[in-house]
C-alpha cells in the first residue's frame, strides 16, 4: 500500500453514531477516491476529489460527506451512521492510468 | 446505470495453464478499461490498462479490448499459485471508475 494509509483499520459504531475515516498520501497524487466493497457489490465509488479543494459525488453518496483538507489528505465522515453502512472502505489515489494506489482499508462495522 | 459483469468464478486452472478472464460492460462511453488483483483481506492492486482496441502485454499478462463488443479480458500465462486471488474489472468515464463483482481464480500447483 505504498503511501496510502487508512486510520482507524477496524471501527465498530451503534447505529446513529458518527465518525470520520482518515485516508492520507505521501506521493503528491491529485485525485483521491473513497469506495466501499461489500460482498457480491463489488468496489463502488463514495466520493472522489480530482483536485485540492474539489470533491464530487460518485455512485453512492447518500449517508457520506468528505473533506478534501490538504493535497494529502481526504477524509470521509458518516454523520449518522446505519447497519447498511457496514461495509469495508478504501482509500485509493490517482496518478495517471497507470499509477493508482488503494490504501489498506477500514473495516467498519455499525450494529 | 453504468454496469460492468464478471464471471465471478472461482475459475480454477492447473499451474503452468493460460487463465483467461473476462469483462464485458454497458457505457460505450466509457474510455479506459483497468484489471486489479486482490488477495483476501487486502486492497486492490493495479495489474494492466488499456484503452485502445487491441492487445495490450504486460509480462505474463495480456489485456484484450474489443470496444464494438463492449468486451475486455485478462490473460494470464504460465498461471502460478501466486495468481491465485480475485481479480476485478473495472472501468473509466471521466473522473469515476466502475468496477465488476471480481472472477475468484484459484491456480492449482
Known amino acids: 500500500n505504498a503511501g496510502v494509509t487508512q486510520t482507524p483499520k477496524f471501527q465498530v459504531l451503534k447505529t446513529g453514531q458518527s465518525m470520520t475515516l482518515q485516508c492520507a498520501q505521501d506521493m503528491n497524487h491529485n485525485s483521491m477516491y473513497w469506495y466501499r466493497q461489500d460482498p457480491g457489490m463489488g468496489l463502488r465509488l463514495i466520493y472522489y476529489s480530482a483536485s485540492e479543494g474539489t470533491t464530487d459525488k460518485g455512485e453512492v453518496p447518500n449517508g457520506y460527506n468528505v473533506s478534501r483538507l490538504n493535497k494529502r489528505e481526504f477524509s470521509l465522515r458518516l454523520e449518522s451512521a446505519a447497519p447498511s453502512q457496514t461495509s469495508v472502505y478504501f482509500c485509493?489515489?490517482?496518478?495517471?492510468?497507470?499509477?493508482?494506489?488503494f490504501g489498506p482499508g477500514t473495516r467498519l462495522t455499525v450494529l | 446505470q453504468k454496469e460492468v459483469e464478471q464471471n465471478s468464478g472461482p475459475l480454477s486452472v492447473p499451474e503452468g495453464a493460460i487463465a483467461s478472464l473476462n469483462c464485458t460492460y454497458s457505457d460505450r462511453g466509457s474510455q479506459s478499461f483497468f484489471w486489479y488483483r486482490q488477495y483476501s483481506g487486502k486492497s486492490p492492486e493495479l495489474i494492466m490498462f488499456i484503452y485502445s482496441n487491441g492487445d495490450k502485454e504486460d509480462g505474463r499478462f495480456t489485456a484484450q479490448l474489443n470496444k464494438a463488443s463492449q468486451y475486455v479480458s485478462l490473460l494470464i500465462r504460465d498461471s502460478q499459485p501466486s495468481d491465485s486471488a480475485t481479480y476485478l474489472c473495472?472501468?473509466?468515464?471521466?473522473?469515476?471508475?466502475?468496477f465488476g463483482t471480481g472472477t475468484s481464480l484459484t491456480v492449482i500447483p
Open positions: 485509493a489515489t490517482l496518478h495517471g492510468p497507470d499509477t493508482q494506489y
Open positions: 473495472a472501468v473509466n468515464t471521466g473522473n469515476q471508475f466502475y
